[in-house]
């Protein structure tokens, strides 16, 4: 089966889907902004660390070629702390729109991208970055950027078979992999207690990237 490409490989989902995507012998491109920050990223010979920018729309074609998804996950945004002053609501929007150009000029189809639980919609049926009581409103900023992404995919995705999984609010690093995990809708999934580790989402990227099921959709994943 033919490759990985991980925009966004140093991060903390990037780095879990690198590691599970090799433990399954898959051969993996790690795309990222600095190679100099992350050379101990290629492990072993089935990684190759390349420089990009998943909003470059000219160079993701030249990066795609020959690989068989493409994954998205990329962040503007780390944490609170690093407040919003840098952050341009357009992000995933340019990203969005520089995956569907660049995947089909290289002939490749399958795109699998991280979303974000704020988008996820409540019992209420609205977005939860909607609720002030339920989400931090001084993160809606990014919360409303990561939505325009989503609706960018609907709206302009038709070329590429894409697909978001969504994890919930608690999404853990250290959490272990089990394995398993469960896919849902576009609502918050419904039990208070659902979590998922970084290495749960990778095993349900990966096995979206060995066999695909979910076409040019969104879909919450949780333990
Ligand atoms: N509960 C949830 O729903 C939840 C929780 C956390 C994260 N997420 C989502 O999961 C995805 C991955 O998040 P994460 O936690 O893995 O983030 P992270 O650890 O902050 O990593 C993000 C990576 O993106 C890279 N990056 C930033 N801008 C880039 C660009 N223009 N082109 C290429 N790479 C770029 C960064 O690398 P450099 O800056 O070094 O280039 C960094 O390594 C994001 O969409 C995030 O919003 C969802």
Redesign the pocket.
Known sequence: MSGVVV??A?????RAITAEARARGHRVTA????PG?YAGLATDDGVRLVR????DAAGIAGLVRGHGSVVH??????GPEQGFAGLDPLFYVK?ADALIRGLPEAGVSRLLV?????NLKTAGGHPVLDDPEAFPQEIRPFAAA?TAGLDRLRTHGGAVDWLML??????EAGGTRTGGYRTGGDDVPESPAAHLSYADLAVALVDEHERPTLHRTRVSVFN
């Open positions: 925009f966004g140093g991060g903390r989902a990037g795309v990222v902004r600095d920050k990009g920018d998943v909003t996950a990329v962040s503007p945004f780390s990203a991280v979303g974000l639980f704020a990561h969504t994890p919930p609010a608690r999404l």
